[in-house]
């Protein structure tokens, strides 16, 4: 059973960066998709970016922004988060299942059978 942990959430300016991370325990292969989703207050969870397959995906809302990596020999991954707008608070899960996905599939929360229990996101303008 693999198990998420992410980090690295608080509280900023706009405008301001943070580094979220995600750390899986248990044995994650290089196979694996790993996604990050976020949570408004009051909205569902949508899609943020995923790295699958040697690929990178994100959502139009924060590309050229976020970017996502994944250092597999510690069994983790990075969000940075860069220019962030009061828009992007939230609460940021990432999630995993072994397999591989698309630009489109990536974004169904059906696909991933682990998740992280979030981390927090506030920005003030």
């Known amino acids: 059973q693999v198990q998420l942990a992410e980090s690295g959430g608080g509280s900023v300016q706009a405008g301001e960066s943070l580094r979220l991370s995600c750390v899986a325990s248990?044995?994650?292969?290089?196979?694996?998709?790993i996604t990050w989703f976020r949570q408004a207050p009051g909205k569902e969870r949508v899609f943020v970016a995923s790295?699958?397959?040697?690929?990178?995906y994100y959502a139009d809302s924060v590309k050229g922004r976020f970017n996502i990596s994944r250092e597999d020999g510690r069994n983790t991954v990075y969000l940075q988060l860069n220019a962030l707008k009061p828009d992007d608070a939230a609460d940021y899960y990432c999630a995993t299942f072994n397999g591989v996905c698309t630009a489109t599939s990536c974004r169904d929360r059906r696909l991933y059978r682990n998740w992280g229990q979030g981390t927090q996101v506030t920005v003030s303008s």
């Open positions: 248990g044995r994650i292969f290089s196979r694996n998709t």
């Open positions: 790295v699958s397959g040697g690929h990178t």
